[in-house]
């Protein structure tokens, strides 16, 4: 049926939503001991700057998913009859993957830095 779809992409948007907000708040911790890299001279501006850029986009991502989910439960409510403002708790489909942990994907965000980082050092 389509509130089950509609369901379906819920809960898919919701575990999206916690994995990013995770994701965002280990890149804020990351971002600290970055900072304490370059106040030492360890690094360069740029590669803190970058970070920074990253956690930007990431942060925007958090928010375009909350959105995403705050319309999604908006319109189940709808399909099942209840006013959008009903306080429901909705429980994601336990059938759904799972996501990647935050500290997995940091690890993605950095080896694609890196890839990044020695693309661009060929080319100077």
């Known amino acids: 049926s389509e509130l089950r779809a509609r369901w379906c992409d819920w809960s898919r948007a919701a575990g999206q939503r916690e994995v990013q907000a995770a994701l965002v708040g280990e890149l804020e911790r990351k971002l600290g001991r970055l900072a304490a890299l370059r ?5 360069d501006a740029v590669e ?5 850029l ?9 928010s375009s998913l909350a959105r995403e989910c705050a319309n999604l439960e908006t319109e189940l409510k709808q399909r099942m009859g209840l006013s959008p403002t009903a306080e429901v708790s909705l429980v994601p489909d336990a059938s759904a993957p799972p996501l990647p942990e935050p500290e997995q994907r940091v690890a993605l965000l950095e080896v ?8 661009r050092a060929s080319y100077e």
Not at 39 to 43: F, L, P
Not at 48 to 52: H, K, S
Not at 54 to 62: N, P, S
Not at 112 to 119: F, G, S
């Open 54 to 62: 990253l956690l930007v986009q990431q942060r925007l991502q958090a």
């Open 48 to 52: 803190l700057g970058r970070w920074e």
């Open 39 to 43: 106040s030492r001279g360890e690094i």
């Open 112 to 119: 694609r830095n890196v890839d990044l980082a020695v693309q």
